[in-house]
C-alpha cells in the first residue's frame, strides 16, 4: 500500500494554488476521496470504483470556491468506503492513524480528512457527512469539526450518498480558521437565531460515557455559569428517528448505487457490506414514511430553540474505539453514535464539534443550532471558546 504521510491520512499529494491572495492565502487544504479535483479520479474509498470511473474534468464546485479564496490544495484523504461508516477502518486502503490517540481509530466516513488537521499535514481540511461523517472524526481527533445547514452548498463534484442527508463538512485546529472557511464556502444567514441559552439535550448526555462526563466536566460547567434548561425529546422520538434516518439513507443509498454494485460485484468489507444487504430492502413506503416523521416532529425540534436556545450535546459519546476491538464493538458503537447525529442530519441543522482534551485524552462537545443560522451559532462557539480562553 501506497503512503504519502506517516499518518496514511492522504491518497495523493497535490501542488494546486489558482489564487495568489484572498480570505484563505497561504493556507493549505486537502479533500475527501468523494469529492472531485481536476485530472483525478475520486476513488468514493473502493478501489474498484476507482477502477470503473473516468478522471475528474473539473474541480468541484467546493474545490474551486476554496482556490479562488487564495487556499492552496495539497492532497486527497482517505475515506470509509461508500462513505458508509464512523468508524475510519478501510478494508482496502487500511486506517489513517489517530494523531491524537494513535491505538484508537480516527472515525469516519471522512477519516483522512480530520486526521490530515490533527496532524497538522494541512490548515483544513474537507469532508462529507450524511450521518455524523465529519462529527465523529471530529470528535476521534481532537479537531474542530463543522456540519453546515443542509442544502446550503452546491454539492456539484461531489459523489452523492444520500442526497437528502448529504452536506459538505471541514475541520480546522482552530475556530478562527473554521470560520474563516464558512465566510468562502457558506451563504449568508437566513435565520434570525438568538444563542442565549444552553439547552441541554438530556437523552445525549444520559447515554455518554463516564469518561465523556470526566472530561467535560469543567466545561459543562462553564456553560451552566449561564442561562441554561435542560430539555428532553423521548426516548420513542428517538426510536422512531433512528428507524427513520436508516430507512431514508438506506433508500437513497441504494437508488443511488445500485446500477454500480450489480453491474460491477464489488466486495465490500464488514459492516459496510451488511448495511447495503439492508439498504436494498427499504421500500418506497418506508422512504415516504420517514419523509412524514420529519414533517410531523419538526415542531418538536423547533421548540428547542425557544427563547434563543442552542443545543448543546456530546459529538459522540466517549473516547475513539481502540483499533483492536471486536467487530461487535464497533456495530454497537456505530449504533450508538447515530442517536447523537440524527437530529441535525434528519432536520438539517448546523452543527460544530469543539474539541476537549485531557491528558491525550480526546472528546467533541456540540452546539446544534437552527437551520440557516451557520454563522450565528459559529459567533456562539467561538465567544465560548474566547470567553474561557480556548480552554476546551
Not at 480528512?113 to 462529527?135: E, H, P
Not at 434570525?192 to 447515554?207: G, I, M, Q, V
Not at 463516564?210 to 430539555?231: C, D, N, V
Request: aromatic share 8%.
Amino acid at each position: 500500500m501506497v503512503t504519502f504521510d506517516d499518518y496514511n491520512a492522504l491518497t495523493a499529494k497535490l501542488d494546486i494554488q489558482t489564487a495568489a491572495s484572498g480570505l484563505l492565502g497561504n493556507m493549505t487544504f486537502a479533500v475527501k476521496e468523494n469529492i472531485d479535483v481536476d485530472g483525478f479520479v475520486s476513488t468514493n474509498g473502493h478501489p474498484l470504483w476507482a477502477q470503473t470511473h473516468e478522471k475528474a474534468r473539473e474541480h468541484a464546485e467546493v474545490v474551486d470556491l476554496l482556490l479562488q479564496a487564495g487556499a492552496h490544495l495539497v492532497g486527497k484523504t482517505h475515506m470509509d468506503e461508500m462513505a458508509y461508516s464512523l468508524l475510519g477502518a478501510n478494508p482496502h486502503f487500511g486506517a489513517p492513524i489517530n494523531p491524537t490517540l494513535p491505538d484508537r481509530l480516527p472515525g469516519g466516513s471522512s477519516s483522512g480528512s480530520a486526521a490530515a488537521v490533527a496532524a497538522g499535514l494541512t490548515d483544513f481540511a474537507v469532508g462529507t457527512d450524511t450521518g455524523g461523517s465529519c462529527r465523529a472524526p471530529a470528535s476521534f481527533c481532537g479537531v474542530f469539526g463543522f456540519r453546515p445547514s443542509s442544502h446550503s452548498m452546491n454539492m456539484r463534484g461531489v459523489i452523492p450518498m444520500s442526497r437528502s442527508l448529504d452536506v459538505i463538512g471541514w475541520f480546522a485546529r482552530d475556530i478562527d480558521c473554521l470560520m474563516t472557511v464558512a465566510k468562502v464556502l457558506l451563504p449568508e444567514d437566513t435565520t434570525d437565531a438568538r444563542y442565549e441559552e444552553a439547552t441541554f439535550l438530556a437523552e445525549s448526555f444520559e447515554d455518554a460515557e463516564p469518561e465523556f462526563m470526566e472530561i467535560a466536566q469543567t466545561t459543562l460547567h462553564r456553560l451552566k455559569s449561564g442561562p441554561w434548561r435542560r430539555a428532553s425529546l423521548g426516548e420513542d422520538f428517538f426510536t422512531q428517528a433512528l428507524m427513520h434516518f436508516r430507512n431514508l439513507q438506506g433508500y437513497e443509498v441504494w437508488s443511488e448505487h445500485q446500477s454500480w454494485i450489480l453491474t460491477h460485484q464489488p466486495k465490500f468489507g464488514p459492516g459496510v457490506s451488511e448495511r447495503l444487504k439492508i439498504a436494498a430492502t427499504v421500500t418506497k413506503a418506508e422512504k415516504q414514511a420517514a419523509e412524514k416523521f420529519i414533517e410531523i416532529s419538526r415542531l418538536a425540534i423547533d421548540a428547542l430553540f425557544a427563547g434563543g436556545g442552542v443545543i448543546i450535546m456530546p459529538t459522540t459519546p466517549g473516547l475513539a474505539p481502540k483499533i483492536d476491538e471486536s467487530l461487535e464493538a464497533f456495530d454497537r458503537l456505530r449504533y450508538a453514535m447515530l442517536k447523537f447525529f440524527l437530529i441535525a442530519s434528519l432536520f438539517g441543522l448546523p452543527q460544530i464539534s469543539i474539541p476537549i482534551k485531557n491528558q491525550r485524552r480526546a472528546i467533541g462537545l456540540s452546539f446544534v443550532g437552527q437551520s440557516g443560522s451557520d454563522h450565528q451559532l459559529l459567533s456562539f462557539a467561538r465567544n465560548f471558546c474566547a470567553q474561557n480562553n480556548n480552554a476546551v
